[in-house]
């Protein structure tokens, strides 16, 4: 039975509906992490990505479920990319981990959808699209959160403007100050 896009992922999810999501995340993990590991430390900033995304997304709102499995599956193509390409740069990553999350969500069962909105999230997750989704720009801002250098105040507002929701640039701000005391 498919479910309205509405009640699909919110946010804001009753118990039985998050146990639901927990166990669909846990099955999309247990195909991407062995892909992730192929690449040192690939499958912890991946962690911490997914974990800010449950943050951003709880209070900012958007399709949980689409935030979550983009936030795993963001850099799936990276250990692909560097076999094929010998880098990692983003239309290598992004172009393999298309390809990779779209398998991984088709053996999942994951309706269309669903999966055209994270495979095009992991598809574009290293350019700054002019009308992004929540959704990306939930994953967007727990991906920097993981990668920005917040040691340097003279940055922190050219920094803090690269972020496109109030959460994250609030998460930002109080790792610019727990860096910089």
Request: proline share 3%.
């Amino acid at each position: 039975m498919k479910r309205k896009s509405a009640e699909r992922g919110q946010s804001r999810t009753s118990g039985q509906g998050r146990d639901v999501l927990e166990k669909t995340l846990r099955s999309l993990w247990s195909l991407a992490e062995p892909e992730l590991k192929r690449r040192q430390d690939g499958h912890w900033h991946t962690l911490e990505v997914v974990e800010n995304a449950r943050k951003l997304v709880a209070q900012e709102g958007g399709d949980r479920r689409v935030a979550l499995a983009a936030a795993m599956l963001h850099d799936v193509g990276i250990p692909e990319a560097l076999a094929k390409y010998s880098s990692a740069d983003g239309p290598y990553q992004q172009k393999e981990g298309e390809a990779i999350a779209r398998r991984f969500l088709l053996q999942l069962g994951w309706d269309e959808i669903e999966r055209e909105a994270i495979c095009y999230i992991v598809a574009h997750h290293h350019e700054r699209p002019s009308t992004p989704s929540l959704e990306f720009r939930v994953v967007w801002d727990a991906d920097a959160l993981v990668n920005e250098d917040f040691s340097n105040p003279a940055r922190q507002e050219e920094t803090l403007a690269t972020f496109y929701t109030a959460t994250g640039r609030e998460m930002a701000r109080v790792k610019f100050q727990a860096r910089t005391g």
